[in-house]
């Protein structure tokens, strides 16, 4: 497939910083957004200045500097936003309206992918409040991409392997426990979980991709499809002993939220959608989208049980 000049907005974040590497990774022209106002921050720093020996290109701009993103968007065919949505960290969906509009301006990017990555937004009208800002706003960012009738493909990554698997689907915890865990529910609802690197990769391999133009890429690794009693069984079969198992009902679940505060009750929300309603799995991927696995077997994915073993 052509290689293509891409732009990552968002390259020293969690994901961001893999989409770079695997941008570079598949022989793309990588550009990477570099703020001016970095203050300092030794390890970003550090990190832009990593990618520049691998090769990427640092291209100053801001979402406060409407002629520097022009500028930016203007050398490359592909931008790639990574910016967070994760209120736990900081919030910044609405930002891309900004992008969207230098990306107008520009007219020359053939594709843009938005920043996305978890549940598909379109599937979350019913959403409960706090959490459905973050699919509100997200849909706000995709009415403006189409209405200026800018090329897109919008990713859902569903559930990052790092923040669900390593927890055992337990909100809080990212390190998987030796001794006990709390079911969420019966613990028997399908979630979809994805290594970090396998998104970036499946992000990357769609950017040139006619399949994918226009639609919505579902990452759903068939092997990954589990619920968390068969996560738990994993990780079992990995320490070799059994878990003690305790579980919280939905209306606990729902009424411990309310005491917390407003970042993590957005967070929470997103967790009872997938952990308690199925809101992952529950439907079929329509004309609107296309499957990654399918659409590129070639990609070996890595499946929950490698990726719990680092955890041993």
């Not at 967790?271 to 070639?298: D, K, M, R, W």
């Amino acid at each position: 497939m052509e290689k293509s000049k891409v732009l990552i907005i968002g390259g020293t974040g969690y994901l961001g910083k893999r989409l770079v590497k695997a941008s570079l990774a598949e022989g793309h022209e990588t550009y990477v957004l570099q703020r001016q106002d970095m203050g300092v921050d030794i390890e970003k720093v550090q990190m832009l200045l990593s990618f520049k020996e691998e090769g990427a290109h640092l291209v100053l701009g801001s979402f406060k500097d409407h002629r520097s993103l022009v500028e930016a968007v203007r050398l490359v065919d592909v931008v790639i936003c990574a910016i967070s949505g994760v209120h736990i960290r900081s919030h910044q969906i609405l930002l891309q309206l900004k992008l969207v509009d230098a990306i107008n301006e520009a007219g020359n990017v053939k594709r843009f992918l938005p920043s996305e990555f978890g549940t598909d937004p379109a599937k979350m009208e019913n959403a409960m409040e706090p959490g459905r800002v973050t699919f509100d706003d997200k849909m706000v960012v995709r009415k403006a991409i189409e209405d200026a009738g800018i090329p897109f493909t919008y990713v859902s990554a569903n559930c990052f392997a790092g923040y669900f698997l390593g927890g055992l689907c337990q909100p809080g915890s990212i390190l998987p426990s030796m001794d006990h865990v709390v079911l969420l529910g019966d613990g028997n609802q399908k979630a979809i979980y994805v290594d970090e690197d396998d998104i970036a990769l499946y992000t990357i391999k769609t950017i040139g991709d006619p399949r994918t133009l226009n639609k919505t890429l579902y990452l759903r690794p068939p092997q990954n499809i589990l619920s968390q009693r068969e996560v738990v069984e994993v990780w079992e079969k990995l320490i070799g002993k059994q878990l003690r198992k305790s579980s919280i009902s939905k209306e606990e679940f729902l009424a411990t939220m309310k005491t917390k505060n407003y970042a993590e009750q957005v967070g929470l929300t997103h967790y009872y959608h997938v952990c308690y309603e199925g809101c992952l799995a529950n439907f079929e991927i329509g004309e609107e989208g296309e499957e990654a696995s399918q659409l590129y077997p070639e990609i070996n994915y890595n499946s929950v049980h490698e990726y719990m073993k680092r955890y041993l």
